[in-house]
């Protein structure tokens, strides 16, 4: 302003048709620029209700949504389906105390259906636990639990709920779960509806603003889930989210109304590009893809898509149904969808009756090998004292024991020559009496050698009972041998007789010669 | 400074200031009027949170932004906080619709898009019989000058009826403000046009779901669809609708007018979305692209549909039932249930139908059947 009154104080008689001109360009400019900001301004007209009974009045344009939702107080509606979820809630609230979104502006809506275990007395206690805590940051703001049974076609296990003949049915029936929670729950201004599964195991506490700050209209991060070890660590679990191919249009077309495809399956083969297997550990999360089918474990949308009436279909839209429906009709909302390949949050792992028959397997294995190797140890230590090594020892006892039945160096063979060249029968009878009796001598030693051998090993045997007295198999098998060495000695006993009849027949031969 | 032929250029060259100092005001203008200001008061709480969460501190900042001075401070727009245990619980096993809902306390949520507040309307809502604690209202007006007006009337005629005696006040009532632009021109003419109606249906059913989906409450058995121009209806429309005990039942819907042929008052069709499929129907459908639409009531889209408008027989039981395809939305009862199931009012072409009859659409396609009275009558207003 002073600038303007010092500029006009300033002014010669000559220059005021450029000073009228001046300030006809700022007049005009101003009311151009009053004019603009009006026509921006819209001067809604707002009722005055506040002191009507049961009477509310809402402009539905503040509750847009905006990327910073968190500063602008902007609500959210925190929306949870739970199925006999009793054993995930600890681990669920623990996640729910960590959201750094501020908690008074997050509302809380539970749909608990057909469970079998005490989901509701468990939620239940939870809930007054967090919200009696000493802390009021932790306090959330309206919370709403809804009771709703749909009959159950499907059960809840892994495979029960995985295999293919089951998703059509219950993807529908899903869907017609999710729906009547999000139908009754949101509220005029809410500005976000946030979707999550009770069982997801790891999540940042950010995750809300993570999601939010894009400015979507849907947006969901990429779901994986750990794996154990002898299935490779960790692996894609939400196959819903994709973006859509000609191979996904073309199977579409040639199914009938009420057939839902379902992503992930060998039985229908689209060839889509799936947000899970975009995924790079050490990649940007910030970065976005367009998806046109999404899944349902975490969601991030802003209500006026839900209030605008797009819903998870519970019949075959565009031949899907539920989240992946959901997907689509917000496509034909013109709504955004999108996904964050980089950006991951982990599902439980949950086995599958295959992976169940795999680890009963896996323990039985176990508990078999155990065994085995118990049995090995024993096994062992009987073999090696069965199978003693005695080659030193006998290399030693060798010389002892053979010198003695080496009869060379002991006894020589006196040969009487006398009359051999007169043959006498009488005398030749005599002479072999003679020798029959020198063998017979020689017989009676071998014996006593014989009984001092067996002296031995009856130590050997004591020495073995005093160290092992278990193993009767082998000392029988022992014995056995020890029998058959004495066949066996004896037959070399005989053989050697017999050489010796031959050697004095052969002596006797080449005397003749 | 010859080259400078312009006047204004030259005088701007002379005097910078001239341009300079109305430049400077609109700017500081702005920022006054638009500029982000903070409330000091809300900077302790944030202090609280932040320390809770060291280590995100860094990621984002929980500063509390307002907005420019001339809108409300998003503080009011939230309801107050809670108190600590606030914990509601609902067994939505327990709600039912049953053709006893006035013995069952049944509740029912009536639904008014609103772009012009009419008297007649107003009093003849206010004669329905159905116990008005058991009823819920629900009205959206378009953002525009015809919803200000509206909202005017509404205000004043609200007022009236819920500081009024308390049996005689609703158990609820919801007044939204559409969020995105509506068509401003609203004249007869205009909104029959074959190439607006899609545009206009399109918007129409936004904002039909919005009020649908934010006044649908946990305990709403029935949501009655009255359009605001229904002028004259029976006095007992709910209990004679809910009677019929169908997922989905429509009146069939007329206009009173002088007859200048015959010189005395008359009755003529008004709704032709109330029709059954036919044979044509499915055929033209079939060679249309997917994002074009059948529009009721217009020559160059020839159907030979059988319309319920055509159906009504004065001499006729006002009890009898037809089946039908697609439905327009003057007076329509629904059962809660379907709703939740995700029946909505489809602003894009649902198999090339949309808004009401796409709604019919996809209320067969979850399995629920639709209904027309061809003989119970309510009456539109007649410009």
């Not at chain 1, 293919?164 to 869907?175: V, Y």
């Not at chain 2, 953002?143 to 205000?155: I, M, P």
Request: glycine residues 4%; hydrophobic residues 35%; aromatic residues 10%.
């Amino acid at each position: 302003m002073n600038s303007l009154f010092s500029f006009k104080s300033k002014v010669f008689p000559e220059t005021i048709p450029k000073l009228k001109l001046s300030l006809m360009l700022f007049l005009i400019i101003l009311i151009l620029s009053i004019k603009y900001f009006l026509s921006n301004l819209h001067f809604d007209y707002i009722p005055n209700l506040d002191n009507v009974p049961n009477t509310f009045y809402y402009d539905l344009a503040n509750y847009q949504g905006s990327p910073d939702g968190w500063q602008r107080y902007e609500k959210v509606l925190f929306c949870v389906p739970l199925r006999d979820a009793e054993s995930h809630l600890p681990m669920f609230f623990g996640h729910m105390k960590n959201l750094t979104y501020p908690h008074n502006l997050i509302d809380l809506a539970f749909l608990v259906s057909d469970s079998k275990d005490d989901t509701m007395g468990s939620l239940r206690s939870h809930l007054q636990e967090i919200q009696n805590d000493p802390n009021p940051n932790l306090h959330f703001g309206e919370i709403e639990i809804y009771e709703k049974d749909f009959g159950q076609i499907i059960g809840q296990g892994f495979s029960d709920r995985h295999g293919f003949a089951a998703q059509g049915p219950r993807r529908k029936l899903m869907a017609r779960a999710r729906n009547w929670l999000w139908t009754v729950a949101i509220k005029p201004y809410h500005s976000w509806v946030y979707w999550r599964d009770a069982d997801v195991e790891t999540v940042p506490s950010t995750i809300i603003e993570d999601l939010m700050h894009h400015d979507k209209d849907v947006i969901v991060p990429n779901v994986w889930r750990p794996l154990p070890d002898w299935l490779g660590n960790q692996q894609p679990y939400d196959l819903n989210s994709w973006q859509e191919s000609d191979g996904g249009l073309q199977l579409a077309n040639t199914l009938d109304e009420d057939a839902v495809i379902v992503e992930g399956y060998l039985e229908y083969a689209t060839w889509r590009p799936h947000l899970a297997y975009l995924r790079d550990p050490y990649g940007d999360p910030e970065v976005e893809m367009p998806l046109d089918g999404i899944g349902g474990v975490s969601i991030l949308s802003k209500a006026k898509v839900f209030r605008t009436g797009t819903h998870f279909p519970a019949f075959s839209f565009e031949k899907h149904a539920e989240t992946e429906a959901f997907g689509k009709m917000c496509k034909r909302m013109s709504y955004s969808v999108v996904g964050l390949p980089h950006y991951v949050i982990w599902h439980i792992y949950e086995p599958s009756t295959d992976d169940l028959k795999h680890m009963e397997w896996m323990a039985q294995e176990e508990a078999r090998q155990k065994e085995e190797e118990k049995l090995r140890k024993i096994y062992q230590k009987s073999w090696n004292q069965g199978f003693e090594d005695v080659q030193d020892i006998w290399k030693e006892d060798r010389i002892n024991i053979l010198k003695n039945t080496d009869m060379s160096k002991h006894r020589k063979i006196v040969v009487d020559w006398s009359g051999i060249d007169e043959f006498d029968p009488i005398e030749e009878e005599v002479k072999i009496v003679d020798t029959n009796s020198k063998q017979d001598k020689e017989k009676e030693k071998e014996k006593e050698m014989e009984i001092e051998k067996e002296k031995e090993k009856d130590k050997d045997k004591d020495k073995k009972d005093e160290k092992d007295k278990g193993k009767k198999e082998i000392d029988t098998s022992d014995s056995q041998q020890s029998s058959d060495k004495d066949k066996k000695s004896k037959k070399n006993q005989d053989q050697l007789n017999k050489q010796h009849v031959n050697d004095n027949d052969k002596v006797l031969a080449d005397f003749d010669s | 400074m010859g080259i400078l032929r312009n006047p204004y250029l030259r005088q701007i060259r002379r005097k910078p200031s001239s341009i300079l100092g109305p430049l400077t005001i609109i700017i500081l203008l702005c920022y006054l009027l638009f500029g982000t200001s903070n409330d000091p008061s809300n900077n302790s709480n944030n202090g609280q949170l932040s320390n809770n969460n060291l280590n995100i501190q860094n990621k984002y900042s929980y500063k509390p932004k307002n907005k420019n001075l001339f809108s409300r401070a998003p503080s009011d727009l939230i309801p107050n906080i809670l108190p600590g245990d606030h914990i509601s619980h609902f067994d939505l096993n327990k709600l039912a619709s049953t053709p006893m809902a006035v013995y069952n306390k049944e509740k029912v949520l009536i639904l008014s898009p609103m772009s012009k507040f009419l008297n007649q309307y107003w009093a003849n809502l206010l004669k329905l019989t159905y116990p008005r604690e058991l009823i819920e209202l629900g009205f959206i007006v378009p953002r525009n000058s015809d919803g200000d007006k509206v909202l005017n009337f509404l205000e004043v005629a609200i007022k009236q009826v819920q500081t009024g005696p308390k049996e005689k006040r609703f158990s609820k009532i919801t007044i939204l403000r559409q969020d995105n632009d509506s068509i401003r021109s609203q004249k007869e003419k205009d909104r029959h046009a074959l190439s607006i109606q899609k545009e206009r249906r399109s918007s129409m059913a936004l904002a039909r779901n919005s009020l649908l989906f934010t006044t649908l409450s946990p305990f709403t058995s029935w949501v009655l669809w009255l359009d605001a121009d229904i002028v004259e209806s029976p006095t007992t429309l709910i209990q004679d609708l809910i009677a019929h005990d169908k997922p989905v039942i429509s009146a069939n819907c007329y206009q009173r007018f002088f007859d200048d042929s015959k010189k005395k008052e008359s009755i003529r069709p008004y709704d032709f979305n109330n029709w059954v499929e036919s044979e044509e129907g499915l055929k033209i459908a079939s060679n249309m692209r997917d994002d074009e639409i059948i529009v009721e009531g217009y020559a160059n889209i020839a159907t030979y549909r059988p319309l319920m408008a055509h159906f009504y027989d004065a001499n006729g039981d006002v009890n009898t039932e037809m089946q039908l395809d697609g439905i327009g939305g003057a007076a329509v009862l629904v059962k809660a249930d379907v709703h939740r199931d995700g029946a909505m009012f489809p602003p894009f072409p649902f198999y090339h139908l949309i808004e009401t009859e796409g709604f019919a659409k996809m209320t067969k396609r979850l399995g629920y059947e639709v209904f027309g009275l061809p003989n119970y009558l309510v009456y539109h207003y007649n410009e």
